[in-house]
Each structure stands twice: as structure tokens, then as C-alpha cells.
């Protein structure tokens, strides 16, 4: 299986791979085997994470991929969202690269399990209760091998080569601690990668995520690594089958955070009483109908504080979004150094110029702020506009003292 030609980013919308303009491979790259593997594999990520090749029959395998095709009638898969760009909050929102649809088994009492994660309006989409039935046999399946239990599920439709998912960490907010988050993959097989950074990694792990297999994330693993179904390269895409580029994935995560039918939150992440990603934690969402159309600025509107605001009219455009605030003057130093120092900035700059590299810097530092939560959403552009004055400042200096690092070692 070849590997990745280039470094594994996340865009500024966490969902694609970019490639790197500055190639920046892990320390210690390690491309396992899959393909005649059927024997489980143990101690991936920081220890806790296992691959299961054979977690499905050949032939289970694609009866469950027939059942969970769109169209089938098991999975009604909706289009969601991203939230809306941190540079421009009323642009039309982008599509996330995949279809999806969430499931979830209710408690005793009829309380639903509730994940929450950074996409727009997640409250419209809801939870289908209870888990179909090829859906609950999987968590079955999958709770008798990991020994966990599972309450929700998040079945996602990959159409073509060009729907992926970049690199990432799965929230924890609503999470079982200690839990693995379970993925089975059935369909075209794709690389999955494991990484321990963004840009300057020490350790890369990926493997071909074979049909009816099966990774069990572990809780630790997803706490220090960041993980992909990565984008193909031109010679990986070519060599796929024309028919055979669909895949499906099934996730299954143990939540402990639950809504009841009023949308009152208990549990783990009832601090946060939205059903949606919570603006405390750098949440913003377009709550209208018309989410591919531009948010005209007047209707960008602080909302209410719970992140729940409520449409006058079927026209109205809504932005619920924190409210502004400045980076200190500090933080932002603070942040560019840190990125410049794991970029290498000034080993960059002599060997691919000014204009790559400050713009790998400036994607990398905003990458940090939203991870950091540092990043207002309701006038972002005033946040990223003190980040890139310091990224520009950083290069600046950086440039002058490659400079004057060459001319002293000019011969006089």
C-alpha cells in the first residue's frame, strides 16, 4: 500500500486532508500490512487502540453493506453541515464531505444519549431511537468483542475517492471516559491513519481499513493522536475500481449525556444546556433553512444565551455566536511562537520561501486557537486579524535573522 506523499492537515473547516506544501513527515512512519491479515491487531496509537480485519465475514460484510446503502431503506442519510467559517460568519455554510445519519438507543427512563460535536445546528438532524435492526446487531457485536457498552451510533455514507474525513480528535465532552469509540468500515477500503501532531509528529500509523473490519479507538489513543481516513493520492484513487469507491462506516461511541423530551440536558455535559455544540465552547450556528445561501450581516445576531434561539418567521436568518472578544496581546505571541518553533519556521523559509511558509504558519496557528477554544466567533475577523499580524511579525523576524545568520557565515 503506498504511503501518504505528503503531511495529513486539517483545514480550517475540520473535515478534509490537505497536503502540505512543506512535507513534514512523523519521526517514525509505520504503514502496516493489511491485506493478509486476519488476525487482530493489538497496541496501535499510544497502546489502546486494535484493529480487527476480520471483525465481519466476507459475506456478513456485504449483506450489511447492502442494508446500509442509500436508498435501502435502513439509513435515511441527511447532508449536515459545518459551522460557519471562522473568517467570514455569513457566508453560505460548506457542506461536510460525506452523508450521515445518528442513531441512538434510549435508557430506562426514555432518555436519549446525546454526542455533540463542532457542526452547525446539530439539534435539527436529532438521533433516530431506537438502532435498526442491522445497526443494533453491530453494537451487539461490537459490545461482546470490546467488553463496553454502546448507546449511540453515527453511520456515515462516503459517495466517492473524494469524500474523507482530515485529521481530528473526537470530542469527549459527552463521552464515557475510558470508553473505546468504535468504527467499522465496510465498502471501498481506505487508509486510516493515526498521528501523534499535527505538523511536527514523532510517530504515523496507518493501515488499510479493510471491508467488514473493525478499530477500536481507544480513549487514551484519541486523547494523544489525531485520526483520518485520508484523502487518496492520484495513483491510490486510479487504482480503484469505478464501481467499487463507495464506503460506509458505522461508529459506535458509549455516551454519557442524555436529553430528555423537553431537550433537557443531564448527565456527563449537562453544564451545557444546548443540544447543540455549546457557544461556551467556540460554537456558532445558522439555525434558518437556507444554509448554502449567504447570512446577510444584519441578520447576524448574538442569540440567546443558552445557544437555542428560536426563528420569527420562516424567512428570518439566524447566527447564534458568542459573543466578540479580543485576543490578548500575550496569548497571541504565546501561540504563534509555540507553532513557529513545530513548524521550524526558519529552516522553512530558506527552503521553500516566505509565502509558504507564512501561510503554514498562519493555518497552523488558527488550528491551535480553535482547538485552544481562543477564537471568538461573533466578530472572528477581529481575533484573526491580531493572529496574522503576530504570524507576520513572527516571519519577519524569523527572515531577519536567517539573513543575518547567512551573511555571517559569509567569508570576509
Request: aromatic letters at 6%.
Amino acid at each position: 500500500m503506498p504511503a501518504a506523499t505528503a503531511s495529513l492537515l486539517p483545514l480550517r473547516l475540520g473535515d478534509d486532508t490537505a497536503a502540505c506544501p512543506l512535507q513534514q513527515p512523523a519521526t517514525r512512519v509505520q504503514v502496516i500490512d493489511t491485506t493478509a491479515v486476519s488476525e487482530p491487531i493489538h497496541g496501535l496509537g499510544s497502546g489502546d487502540t486494535s484493529y480487527y480485519p476480520a471483525f465481519l465475514s466476507r459475506q456478513e460484510a456485504d449483506d450489511v453493506f447492502a442494508r446500509l446503502q442509500a436508498g435501502a431503506g435502513e439509513v435515511q442519510y441527511q447532508q449536515w453541515y459545518h459551522m460557519p467559517n471562522l473568517s467570514h460568519p455569513t457566508r453560505p455554510l460548506e457542506p461536510l464531505r460525506r452523508i450521515k445519519c445518528a442513531f441512538a438507543n434510549p435508557t430506562a427512563d426514555n432518555l436519549v444519549p446525546l454526542y455533540r460535536f463542532p457542526v452547525n445546528d446539530q439539534r435539527r438532524y436529532g438521533e433516530v431511537v431506537p438502532m435498526p435492526p442491522t445497526i443494533d446487531m453491530l453494537r451487539r457485536r461490537a459490545e461482546e468483542l470490546t467488553g463496553h457498552h454502546y448507546n449511540h451510533s453515527v453511520v456515515l455514507l462516503y459517495r466517492d475517492a473524494e469524500d474523507t474525513i482530515g485529521l481530528h480528535r473526537d470530542k469527549t465532552l459527552d463521552l464515557t471516559p475510558g470508553a473505546p469509540i468504535v468504527s467499522i468500515a465496510l465498502g471501498a477500503e481506505r487508509p486510516y491513519v493515526l498521528r501523534d501532531g499535527v505538523f511536527k509528529a514523532t510517530t504515523q500509523q496507518e493501515l488499510l481499513f479493510r471491508h467488514g473490519g473493525m478499530v477500536a479507538l481507544g480513549y487514551d489513543t484519541n486523547e494523544k493522536f489525531y485520526h483520518s481516513v485520508r484523502k487518496l493520492t492520484p495513483d491510490e484513487e486510479a487504482a480503484m475500481p469505478p464501481d467499487g469507491r463507495v464506503r460506509i462506516s458505522v461508529t459506535f461511541r458509549s455516551v454519557a449525556t442524555f436529553k430528555d423530551a423537553n431537550g433537557v440536558v443531564s448527565g456527563l455535559g449537562a453544564a451545557y444546556q444546548t443540544l447543540n455544540w455549546p457557544i461556551e465552547l467556540n460554537g456558532a450556528h445558522h439555525l434558518d433553512d437556507n444554509l448554502d445561501q449567504p447570512l446577510p450581516p444584519a441578520a447576524a445576531s448574538s442569540g440567546s444565551d443558552d445557544g437555542e434561539a428560536s426563528k420569527d418567521s420562516e424567512t428570518e436568518r439566524v447566527m447564534v455566536a458568542r459573543a466578540p472578544r479580543a485576543l490578548p496581546a500575550r496569548e497571541c505571541v504565546a501561540l504563534v511562537n509555540s507553532c513557529a518553533a513545530e513548524l521550524d519556521v526558519t529552516a522553512a523559509l530558506v527552503a521553500h520561501g516566505t509565502k509558504a511558509t507564512k501561510q503554514l504558519l498562519h493555518d497552523a496557528v488558527l488550528a491551535r486557537a480553535e482547538q485552544l477554544g481562543l477564537l471568538s466567533q461573533g466578530d472572528v475577523g477581529l481575533a484573526e486579524r491580531e493572529l496574522l499580524t503576530q504570524v507576520s511579525k513572527t516571519i519577519a523576524e524569523h527572515y531577519r535573522a536567517s539573513m543575518l545568520k547567512q551573511q555571517q557565515q559569509q567569508p570576509q
